[in-house]
């Protein structure tokens, strides 16, 4: 059996040691204004704050994420873990949830792909390169793994304009990646077949585009 994980929209804040300011004001969102004063959120140990959970009291240190989950949960996330999986939406506590993309022949031994969950127009948009935590040194640990993003063209040019990489471009990319290695000393047969397949590819795209350029239809949302 396989499942996929459905979209996702939390609520969260970054701890920076306080939920009040110096006025005695707070400055959290009121979700976690409750869970203070029912209990929920808590402070011990010379002033360190924890978080009553499912899975029992977990410590928040200053710079992890508490979020608030689709069931009401909290608990605490640590910064790198929250920046590869989730992506701020808006100037509030929102949030887009980023989440591992599955291939069998994508290999996850040094790099991990990541899509966006909840996207429009019937496909992903935004993907993240990241490093593979076993590839993280100790002492680079809790820093920011993503290596990249790529964001692709969101919704029909002529209707939404062009925002973003087209899936042509990507593959041309690929495809003088390879004819370099081609140049050089590591040149093999196993590139030299990535390339025609690649080119294969483009080829078959272009055909799409062509015949959507033939009914008319091509950069509109009309099938």
């Known amino acids: 059996m396989k499942a996929t994980k459905k979209p996702v929209t939390i609520e969260c804040f970054k701890y920076d040691g306080d939920l009040k300011?110096?006025?005695?004001?707070?400055?959290?969102?009121?979700?976690?204004?409750?869970?203070?004063?029912?209990?929920?959120i808590f402070f011990k140990d010379q002033g360190e704050m924890y978080i009553k959970t499912l899975e029992g009291d977990h410590h928040a240190s200053v710079g992890d994420y508490i979020i608030r989950g689709v069931n009401g949960e909290l608990y605490p996330c640590k910064p790198?873990?929250?920046?590869?999986?989730?992506?701020?939406?808006?100037?509030?506590?929102?949030?887009?949830?980023?989440?591992?993309?599955?291939?069998?022949?994508?290999?996850?031994?040094?790099?991990?792909?990541?899509?966006?969950?909840?996207?429009?127009?019937?496909?992903?948009?935004?993907?993240?390169?990241?490093?593979?935590?076993?590839?993280?040194?100790?002492?680079?640990?809790?820093?920011?793994?993503?290596?990249?993003?790529?964001h692709f063209q969101e919704g029909p040019i002529k209707e939404c304009g062009v925002n973003g990489v087209c899936n042509e471009d990507l593959l041309v990319m690929v495809i003088r990646r390879l004819q370099g290695f081609q140049e050089s000393k590591y040149k093999c047969r196993e590139?030299?077949?990535?390339?025609?397949?690649?080119?294969?590819?483009?080829?078959?795209?272009?055909?799409?585009?062509?015949?959507?350029?033939?009914?008319?239809?091509?950069g509109t949302h009309a099938v």
Do not use: C
């Open 21 to 40: 300011n110096s006025n005695g004001e707070y400055y959290v969102p009121e979700w976690a204004v409750e869970a203070e004063k029912n209990g929920t």
């Open 80 to 150: 790198d873990i929250f920046e590869k999986t989730y992506d701020i939406m808006d100037g509030d506590s929102s949030v887009r949830e980023f989440v591992e993309t599955k291939h069998n022949l994508l290999t996850t031994k040094y790099t991990k792909v990541l899509e966006e969950s909840e996207y429009q127009y019937n496909a992903p948009h935004t993907f993240r390169v990241i490093k593979a935590q076993e590839e993280t040194s100790e002492e680079h640990k809790g820093e920011n793994l993503v290596l990249s993003e790529i």
């Open 191 to 218: 590139n030299a077949m990535a390339i025609t397949k690649i080119e294969a590819a483009l080829l078959w795209l272009r055909k799409r585009t062509t015949a959507r350029e033939n009914r008319g239809v091509e």
